[in-house]
């Protein structure tokens, strides 16, 4: 075999690696190569993805890492076969999990253990025997070797030699080749490489110093000296390595013993606990046959065939082990009273439905099973649950218990490097002023590091910032070149791998920052490494659910938001109004347009109205004839019968994955299993030689049905451009069963709902401060933080809301608790004294409670409490009884107090409450500056919205949210709210205007336009703007009177 | 004793591309020994050239240090003797 690269790093080193995975293996088949390795610190991440990538190439993977022994040094690990990966695995596991965090290394002990299958190369000049040569320590070099030697045997250990030009080679080698001689042991060339192609290797050295934190003119000893590290040729390695071929000849046998290490493609299922004489199939027909009755009452003849079906399916993929666990950890959520709901489509299952791991009934619904799993499909199906946010740990805790440390892990996601954090990162590292780089990468919109060159010229924000593009002309070019390359691992938000087999034989393991192990592979990994994944994740919604219900039921215990009625017009009325901030899934300006329109009036609007707001059904211009049917003004029509019974629902229009499925099963006749696999084909792989193969066979088989084909190629362009971007029906349905819900609980329980939703923040789409003025313009009354009366979080108070204490800045949880568990319902705090020393919070945490206004009801004159508050020393350290070093200002309200010192202005006292709350709770910004606004003419929102339809307007705001989502046209639309204290107004911006505009759009906190009234459903609806005009607006703030 | 050159340099050079000898203050200096090489990349990010460095051992036992630039050509950088 000729001669292969043994020592490669990918991306996966962490900033140590300048070179795609792809590239690598595209350019060492171009170069002949028969193998290539990887070798990346302490990790194997890169694994599947270099596997396929080498596959695709034609070339052996050999995976390896070059892992950090205690001390520092380093070895080079080649995995030769399945057992020296597994053996890989766990010594790298321990280099991670017996050190501190990201501080990975193994001990020889560990070594020794995990030796076999494993080829060791002695590594780089940070190897051991390397350094301990380059240090003139001969006797402890031949030690270090005779060691690695007897680990591993003579014929499995290499001194491994590198011409990469640096000082001392000469002489590093001559002591190897010595070496080598003296231990009967062989050499093998390699050439340690960092970058793809010579001229990559700028890319590596900037990549060094932002890993190392230094900039370019620094030095440092990781810094590369050279660009010899690339990606040689086996002509320019024989070059390099002319005295000594077999070297050259042994990088060549190494790669032809390893054996591909990977068993891709084959599932790996967890283990479920069986009672005695139980079988896993046995005891999930039993649950599902409980869980039939208890959904259904009489099983019909319908959904005793559908359960069989789905249950033979699962059984014959192995799978009832995995419907076992899940319904295991359900039923421990359940006892502990932890609100979850399903999500994604395993509600297309009739047995998730009967397990209670989905709420949505898909026998009554005719959901397809096949969406979810199929004999034919290749892909792993996938449950995914959210779980109230706050007690999510919880259910991890219990699995990982349930199932044992050594089977149970977070799955790992890569942080890549997108546009800005590669600008803030390089540019750093480049040497470029903070402040610069900060304001770069803040004048860039969301996209890929390959795309800032042409964000220069399309981007109006960054266009007309006044940043020069030349200057940063190599930034920008670093930056393109680690397009998408990982930058660190972190934790996936909810995925977890349980195995029945030790992890450590699949996956290093390594531990999160939260105390939780985490694998070293993404989601994406566990899926062809046939890791059998759950996602548990947190669903901060479900959080705000469980808190409104206790709300409600301190005054009405008989509530129960499982008992919903199904029905209620006043909550359909609500949607229908567009009343819909807060509402999950149905609050974004789209969703709330699209309401206005549709005029929801049944639990099968809210589905769709979940599903249409997605860039397939938008790109597919599916929303218009979707309404226009619905409400009856144009005729629903099917371009073939067989259509009907599938798109009846949805008025023709396809609107759900499973109804491609459907279609190209119904009219091409392909199995569902196919059928599914073509629209994963669609949603992944969508080339356009794949689409257009996809298409003749559709078309061919539409044909031998019957079908004409000018009428089979209509139907394939409806799926083909929806496809890709669609939505799950069952997934829909679950979501659109939250969204009914809060939408009940807003309607009915207005104050109950507002004070959960701002309580479980950050969620939704608006921030805090417009929840609570929303709240308020519902005729809800917000009262502030009051010591006395506030409990952490927001609470509902004689139907007011009253902002928690948690909201006052700089307030930790210990304050929080001693704040309230100081205070006693008989005892009131009764001055700053008093709660000073009960609690002995520090003097920050005082005067932001003071500033928010929370000591209010202590006193009146905040400035004076300020000084009582200077008078007080050091209140932590406050003894309960000792005189004070300095008297206090008089306590409490009365002739004198009030005059003593001057209270703040309202002005102030406004400017003080949103830096202590971070809410403008008093007056709202833009009602400050109504006077001035009015006399320029200017509207409110309120009188936008009810301006007549093609008016020209003038109209100032906050601005909430403005984004650009995927059109039809491929045209930048920008779409945001405009908030002012009167109402909430939806504004459009088209490409011309934000051409002009877009840089005040996208930098500027308010903003004052000029536009035309539009009006697009009925004729009562609200108006919204579209804007011929925008341009930042700047608050002139006087004194302002109070209240 | 190290001095320090930083002269431009006639070298005649080995079919590899080795300094073999070299004419320095009026004489031809014999390379005895390579005893030391290396390739240097410079501060790219100020458009200095990539060198590679040949630490020789004169017939005179002075040991030479010179550099070979891409585009420049040979320098002497210092001596040691």
Same mark, same amino acid.
């Given at each position: 075999?000729?001669?292969?690269?043994?020592?490669?790093?990918?991306?996966?080193?962490?900033?140590?690696?300048?070179?795609?995975?792809?590239?690598?293996?595209?350019?060492?088949?171009?170069?002949?190569?028969?193998?290539?390795?990887? &070798?990346?610190?302490?990790?194997?991440?890169?694994?599947?993805?270099?596997?396929?990538?080498?596959?695709?190439?034609?070339?052996?993977?050999?995976?390896?890492?070059?892992? &950090?022994?205690?001390?520092?040094?380093?070895?080079?690990?080649?995995?030769?076969?399945?057992?020296?990966?597994?053996?890989?695995?766990?010594?790298?596991?321990?280099?991670?999990?017996?050190?501190?965090?990201?501080?990975?290394?193994?001990?020889?002990?560990?070594?020794?253990?995990?030796?076999?299958?494993?080829?060791?190369?002695?590594?780089?000049?940070?190897?051991?025997?390397?350094?301990?040569?380059?240090?003139?320590?001969?006797?402890?070099?031949?030690?270090?070797?005779?060691?690695?030697?007897?680990?591993?045997?003579?014929?499995?250990?290499?001194?491994?030699? !590198?011409?990469?030009?640096? %000082?001392?080679?000469?002489?590093?080698?001559?002591?190897?080749?010595?070496?080598?001689?003296?231990?009967?042991?062989?050499?093998?060339?390699?050439?340690?490489?960092?970058?793809?192609?010579?001229?990559?290797?700028?890319?590596?050295?900037?990549?060094?110093?932002?890993?190392?934190?230094?900039?370019?003119?620094?030095?440092?000893?990781?810094?590369?000296?050279?660009?010899?590290?690339?990606?040689?040729?086996?002509?320019?390695?024989?070059?390099?390595?002319?005295?000594?071929?077999?070297?050259?000849?042994?990088?060549?046998?190494?790669?032809?013993?390893?054996?591909?290490?990977?068993?891709?493609? !084959?599932?790996?299922?967890?283990?479920?606990?069986?009672?005695?004489?139980?079988?896993?199939?046995?005891?999930?027909?039993?649950?599902?046959?409980?869980?039939?009755?208890?959904?259904?009452?009489?099983?019909?003849?319908?959904?005793?065939?559908?359960?069989?079906?789905?249950?033979?399916?699962?059984? !014959?993929?192995?799978?009832?082990?995995?419907?076992?666990?899940?319904?295991?950890?359900?039923?421990?959520?359940?006892?502990?009273?932890?609100?979850?709901?399903?999500?994604?489509?395993?509600?297309?299952?009739?047995?998730?439905?009967?397990?209670?791991?989905?709420?949505?009934?898909?026998?009554?619904?005719?959901?397809?099973?096949?969406?979810?799993?199929?004999?034919?499909?290749?892909?792993?199906?996938?449950?995914?649950?959210?779980?109230?946010?706050?007690?999510?740990?919880?259910?991890?805790?219990?699995?990982?218990?349930?199932?044992?440390?050594?089977?149970?892990?977070?799955?790992?996601?890569?942080?890549?490097?997108?546009?800005?954090?590669?600008?803030?990162?390089?540019?750093?590292?480049?040497?470029?002023?903070?402040?610069?780089?900060?304001?770069?990468?803040?004048?860039?919109?969301?996209?890929?590091?390959?795309?800032?060159?042409?964000?220069?010229?399309?981007?109006?924000?960054?266009?007309?910032?006044?940043?020069?593009?030349?200057?940063?002309?190599?930034?920008?070019?670093?930056?393109?070149?680690?397009?998408?390359?990982?930058?660190?691992?972190?934790?996936?938000?909810?995925?977890?791998?349980?195995?029945?087999?030790?992890?450590?034989?699949?996956?290093?393991?390594?531990?999160?920052?939260?105390?939780?192990?985490?694998?070293?592979?993404? *989601?994406?990994?566990?899926?062809?490494?046939?890791?059998?994944?759950?996602?548990?994740?947190?669903?901060?919604?479900?959080?705000?659910?469980?808190?409104?219900?206790?709300?409600?039921?301190?005054?009405?215990?008989?509530?129960?938001?499982?008992?919903?009625?199904?029905?209620?017009?006043?909550?359909?009325?609500?949607?229908?109004?567009?009343?819909?901030?807060?509402?999950?899934?149905?609050?974004?300006?789209?969703?709330?347009?699209?309401?206005? $329109?549709?005029?929801?009036?049944?639990?099968?609007?809210?589905?769709?109205?979940?599903?249409?707001?997605?860039?397939?059904?938008?790109?597919?211009?599916?929303?218009?004839?979707?309404?226009?049917?619905?409400?009856?003004?144009?005729?629903?029509?099917?371009?073939?019968?067989?259509?009907?019974?599938?798109?009846?629902?949805?008025?023709?229009?396809?609107?759900?994955?499973?109804?491609?499925?459907?279609?190209?099963?119904?009219?091409?006749?392909?199995?569902?299993?196919?059928?599914?696999?073509?629209?994963?084909?669609?949603?992944?792989?969508?080339?356009?030689?794949?689409?257009?193969?996809?298409?003749?066979?559709?078309?061919?088989?539409?044909?031998?049905?019957?079908?004409?084909?000018?009428?089979?190629?209509?139907?394939?362009?409806?799926?083909?451009?929806?496809?890709?971007?669609?939505?799950?029906?069952?997934?829909?349905?679950?979501?659109?069963?939250?969204?009914?819900?809060?939408?009940?609980?807003?309607?009915?329980?207005?104050?109950?709902?507002?004070?959960?939703?701002?309580?479980?923040?950050?969620?939704?789409?608006?921030?805090?401060?417009?929840?609570?003025?929303?709240?308020?313009?519902?005729?809800?009354?917000?009262?502030?933080?009051?010591?006395?009366?506030?409990?952490?979080?927001?609470?509902?108070?004689?139907?007011?809301?009253?902002?928690?204490?948690?909201?006052?800045?700089?307030?930790?949880?210990?304050?929080?608790?001693?704040?309230?568990?100081?205070?006693?319902?008989?005892?009131?705090?009764?001055?700053?004294?008093?709660?000073?020393?009960?609690? $002995?919070?520090?003097?920050?945490?005082?005067?932001?409670?003071?500033?928010?206004?929370?000591?209010?009801?202590?006193?009146?004159?905040?400035?004076?409490?300020?000084?009582?508050?200077?008078?007080?020393?050091?209140?932590?350290?406050?003894?309960?009884?000792?005189?004070? %070093?300095?008297?206090?200002?008089?306590?409490?309200?009365?002739?004198?107090?009030?005059?003593?010192?001057?209270?703040?202005?309202?002005?102030?006292?406004?400017? /003080?409450?949103?830096?202590?709350?971070?809410?403008?709770?008093?007056?709202?910004?833009?009602?400050?500056?109504?006077? /001035?606004? !009015?006399?320029?003419?200017?509207?409110?929102?309120?009188?936008?919205?009810?301006?007549?339809?093609?008016?020209?307007?003038?109209?100032?705001?906050?601005?909430?949210?403005?984004? $650009?989502?995927?059109?039809?046209?491929?045209?930048?639309?920008?779409?945001?709210?405009?908030?002012?204290?009167?109402?909430?107004?939806?504004?459009?911006?088209?490409?011309?205007?934000?051409?002009?505009?877009? *840089?005040?759009?996208?930098? /500027?906190?308010?903003?004052?336009?000029?536009?035309?009234?539009?009006?697009?459903?009925?004729?009562?609806?609200?108006?919204?703007?579209?804007?011929?005009?925008?341009?930042?607006?700047?608050?002139?703030?006087?004194?302002?009177?109070?209240? | 004793?190290?001095?320090?050159?930083?002269?431009?340099?006639?070298?005649?050079?080995?079919? #590899?591309?080795?300094?073999?000898?070299?004419?320095?203050?009026?004489?031809?200096?014999?390379?005895?020994?390579?005893?030391?090489?290396?390739?240097?990349?410079?501060?790219?990010?100020?458009?200095?050239?990539?060198? #590679?460095?040949?630490?020789?051992?004169?017939?005179?036992?002075?040991?030479?240090?010179?550099?070979?630039?891409?585009?420049?050509?040979?320098?002497?950088?210092?001596?040691?003797?």
């Amino acid at each position: 075999m000729g001669f292969a690269h043994l020592h490669v790093h990918t991306p996966f080193s962490f900033l140590d690696g300048a070179a795609g995975i792809k590239a690598l293996a595209r350019a060492a088949a171009e170069h002949g190569m028969p193998a290539l390795a990887m &070798t990346d610190h302490n990790n194997v991440s890169a694994a599947v993805q270099f596997h396929q990538a080498c596959a695709a190439e034609g070339l052996k993977p050999i995976l390896g890492a070059e892992v &950090t022994l205690v001390g520092g040094r380093h070895l080079t690990l080649l995995a030769e076969n399945p057992c020296g990966y597994a053996n890989l695995c766990r010594l790298v596991s321990h280099a991670h999990l017996s050190q501190p965090r990201r501080r990975p290394a193994a001990s020889l002990d560990a070594l020794r253990e995990h030796a076999e299958g494993l080829l060791c190369l002695s590594g780089c000049r940070r190897g051991c025997v390397p350094s301990l040569l380059l240090a003139g320590d001969a006797d402890e070099a031949l030690a270090v070797a005779c060691e690695l030697r007897d680990i591993f045997g003579a014929d499995r250990f290499f001194l491994e030699l !590198q011409r990469i030009g640096l %000082p001392g080679t000469r002489r590093l080698h001559a002591h190897l080749v010595e070496l080598a001689e003296r231990l009967g042991v062989d050499l093998v060339a390699a050439n340690n490489v960092h970058h793809l192609r010579r001229e990559d290797f700028h890319v590596h050295d900037v990549l060094t110093c932002a890993r190392t934190l230094t900039v370019l003119e620094d030095v440092h000893p990781e810094r590369p000296l050279n660009a010899q590290q690339y990606l040689r040729s086996p002509e320019e390695m024989a070059e390099l390595f002319w005295d000594c071929p077999q070297a050259l000849d042994n990088a060549g046998r190494i790669a032809e013993r390893c054996e591909p290490a990977l068993q891709p493609g !084959q599932y790996r299922f967890p283990a479920y606990a069986l009672p005695p004489g139980e079988t896993a199939p046995g005891l999930l027909r039993k649950l599902v046959a409980e869980g039939a009755r208890r959904r259904y009452g009489r099983i019909t003849g319908e959904v005793r065939e559908r359960l069989e079906r789905e249950l033979s399916v699962i059984g !014959q993929l192995g799978f009832d082990e995995y419907f076992l666990v899940v319904w295991d950890l359900l039923r421990f959520a359940r006892e502990r009273g932890i609100r979850f709901a399903g999500r994604g489509s395993a509600a297309d299952s009739a047995v998730a439905y009967c397990l209670g791991i989905a709420n949505v009934d898909a026998i009554a619904r005719r959901l397809l099973f096949e969406r979810f799993m199929s004999l034919e499909r290749a892909a792993m199906p996938d449950i995914d649950i959210d779980f109230e946010a706050e007690r999510r740990d919880e259910i991890m805790a219990y699995v990982i218990e349930r199932y044992g440390r050594e089977h149970v892990a977070m799955v790992a996601t890569y942080n890549t490097f997108q546009a800005r954090s590669a600008v803030r990162d390089l540019g750093k590292a480049m040497g470029f002023p903070l402040g610069e780089v900060d304001r770069l990468a803040r004048h860039l919109p969301y996209l890929s590091a390959r795309e800032i060159d042409a964000a220069f010229q399309r981007v109006p924000e960054l266009r007309d910032s006044g940043i020069p593009r030349e200057r940063y002309r190599q930034l920008i070019e670093t930056a393109r070149a680690v397009a998408g390359f990982p930058r660190h691992l972190s934790t996936h938000l909810g995925g977890l791998v349980v195995t029945r087999e030790p992890l450590m034989d699949l996956t290093p393991v390594q531990m999160a920052a939260k105390g939780l192990p985490v694998i070293q592979f993404d *989601k994406d990994d566990v899926e062809d490494l046939g890791l059998v994944k759950l996602d548990l994740l947190c669903l901060r919604m479900l959080g705000a659910v469980e808190d409104s219900i206790r709300a409600i039921r301190t005054r009405d215990a008989s509530f129960d938001y499982d008992a919903i009625p199904p029905d209620d017009a006043e909550s359909y009325r609500l949607v229908a109004a567009s009343d819909t901030v807060g509402v999950f899934q149905l609050e974004s300006p789209a969703q709330k347009a699209l309401h206005a $329109r549709l005029q929801p009036d049944r639990f099968e609007d809210l589905i769709a109205a979940v599903a249409l707001i997605r860039p397939g059904p938008i790109i597919a211009n599916m929303v218009d004839p979707y309404i226009e049917r619905r409400q009856g003004k144009t005729p629903v029509a099917y371009l073939h019968p067989s259509l009907r019974p599938i798109l009846e629902k949805t008025y023709g229009v396809v609107l759900f994955q499973e109804q491609v499925i459907e279609i190209a099963t119904e009219v091409a006749g392909f199995t569902p299993g196919e059928a599914d696999q073509l629209r994963r084909a669609m949603t992944h792989n969508r080339s356009w030689e794949e689409m257009e193969q996809i298409g003749r066979q559709f078309i061919a088989q539409a044909r031998t049905r019957g079908v004409g084909e000018r009428v089979a190629k209509e139907i394939f362009s409806y799926i083909q451009a929806y496809a890709g971007y669609g939505f799950c029906e069952a997934h829909a349905a679950a979501f659109a069963d939250t969204a009914y819900k809060t939408a009940y609980l807003k309607r009915h329980h207005p104050a109950e709902f507002y004070a959960a939703l701002l309580s479980n923040q950050p969620m939704g789409y608006y921030p805090p401060n417009t929840l609570l003025w929303e709240a308020r313009r519902k005729g809800i009354e917000v009262r502030g933080p009051d010591l006395n009366r506030s409990e952490a979080q927001y609470t509902v108070e004689d139907g007011a809301l009253r902002v928690g204490l948690a909201q006052v800045r700089g307030i930790g949880q210990s304050a929080l608790d001693r704040l309230i568990a100081a205070r006693e319902p008989a005892a009131p705090f009764a001055s700053l004294l008093d709660l000073a020393r009960r609690t $002995r919070v520090d003097r920050d945490v005082l005067r932001n409670l003071i500033l928010a206004g929370a000591l209010d009801s202590l006193h009146p004159n905040r400035r004076q409490l300020l000084w009582e508050l200077s008078a007080l020393g050091d209140p932590t350290r406050l003894d309960a009884q000792a005189p004070l %070093p300095f008297s206090p200002l008089p306590q409490g309200e009365g002739p004198g107090v009030r005059d003593s010192v001057p209270d703040f202005s309202p002005s102030e006292k406004w400017w /003080q409450e949103l830096d202590a709350l971070g809410l403008a709770l008093s007056r709202h910004p833009m009602a400050i500056a109504r006077g /001035q606004l !009015q006399a320029q003419g200017v509207l409110t929102c309120a009188e936008v919205r009810a301006a007549r339809t093609g008016a020209t307007v003038k109209v100032a705001g906050l601005i909430i949210r403005p984004h $650009r989502p995927p059109t039809k046209s491929g045209r930048t639309v920008v779409f945001f709210t405009l908030e002012d204290e009167t109402e909430l107004l939806e504004v459009t911006v088209f490409e011309s205007v934000y051409q002009r505009c877009g *840089k005040a759009i996208f930098t /500027q906190p308010m903003l004052l336009l000029t536009g035309r009234v539009d009006r697009r459903g009925a004729a009562n609806t609200a108006g919204a703007l579209v804007a011929s005009h925008v341009e930042g607006y700047t608050m002139v703030c006087r004194d302002m009177p109070s209240e | 004793m190290l001095r320090l050159a930083d002269r431009t340099l006639s070298v005649l050079e080995t079919p #590899r591309g080795d300094p073999q000898a070299f004419l320095w203050r009026g004489r031809r200096v014999r390379v005895r020994q390579i005893v030391d090489d290396w390739e240097e990349e410079g501060c790219w990010w100020r458009d200095e050239e990539p060198r #590679r460095v040949y630490r020789v051992l004169g017939h005179d036992d002075t040991l030479y240090e010179l550099h070979q630039l891409a585009a420049s050509g040979w320098r002497l950088f210092r001596t040691y003797d």
